[in-house]
């Protein structure tokens, strides 16, 4: 199922039966917002590449027209539109911006001041950031998906922030298997 908001997400099942999430980039530095057209949330069937940390899933779509073709609930599955959300409540990290491709592993180090400027690029692009808690970082452990305080995108005010250690304070919000750290742009500080 193509979710649009906050970014892009290919919702599916998992070989187990379980639900999840794959967020949908382009196979560069940016993300498939404006290659998304006319197509309405539903069932989709993409192509492309699958980039995976842990828990975490992204799938880099192929490049072209291709890679987005509708397709029917008998096809797809029934139950992958029933998102629970869950307010996980306050939440305090330090920890680094990332953008989510580079950090689920399309490129090495995806983390830390080597990486800014790729980060910067990707976060411009319309790939979606994600939040790295400090002790967490280096690990597959989830990075939760960083959206202003509403769940929406934060924009390009979030730039200067990226890569950087930083001080968070928000809510942590569960949507169906993706979590969100739902915070406000005043509420981030560099350390």
């Known amino acids: 199922m193509l979710v649009r908001a906050p970014y892009p997400m290919l919702r599916t099942r998992a070989i187990d039966g379980t639900a999840r999430t794959a967020y949908l980039v382009s196979s560069n530095?940016?993300?498939?917002?404006?290659?998304?057209?006319?197509n309405a949330e539903g069932p989709v069937v993409v192509r492309g590449s699958l980039?995976?940390?842990?828990?975490n899933a992204m799938i880099a779509v192929a490049d072209g027209d291709a890679?987005?073709?509708?397709?029917?609930?008998?096809?797809?599955g029934a139950g992958l539109t029933?998102?629970?959300?869950?307010?996980?409540?306050?939440?305090?990290?330090?920890?680094e911006i990332l953008d989510s491709k580079c950090w689920f592993g399309a490129?090495?180090?995806?983390?830390?001041?080597?990486?800014?400027?790729?980060?910067?690029?990707?976060i411009r692009?319309?790939?979606?950031?994600?939040?790295?808690?400090?002790?967490?970082?280096?690990?597959?452990?989830?990075?939760?998906?960083?959206?202003?305080?509403?769940?929406?995108?934060?924009?390009?005010?979030?730039?200067?922030?990226?890569?950087?250690?930083?001080?968070?304070?928000?809510?942590?919000m569960q949507i169906g298997d993706v979590r969100q750290f739902r915070v406000a742009l005043n509420d981030i500080r560099r350390l």
């Open 125 to 172: 692009g319309g790939l979606p950031p994600v939040f790295c808690p400090e002790a967490l970082c280096g690990s597959a452990a989830s990075a939760p998906l960083l959206t202003d305080a509403d769940g929406k995108p934060h924009g390009m005010a979030l730039l200067p922030l990226v890569a950087d250690p930083v001080l968070a304070q928000g809510r942590m």
């Open 67 to 76: 890679w987005l073709r509708p397709a029917t609930v008998e096809q797809v």
């Open 29 to 38: 530095k940016l993300g498939v917002q404006n290659r998304l057209g006319a």
């Open 82 to 95: 029933d998102w629970l959300i869950e307010d996980l409540g306050d939440a305090t990290y330090a920890g």
């Open 51 to 55: 980039i995976a940390r842990g828990a």
């Open 107 to 122: 490129m090495q180090p995806g983390q830390g001041k080597t990486h800014k400027s790729c980060a910067a690029l990707c």
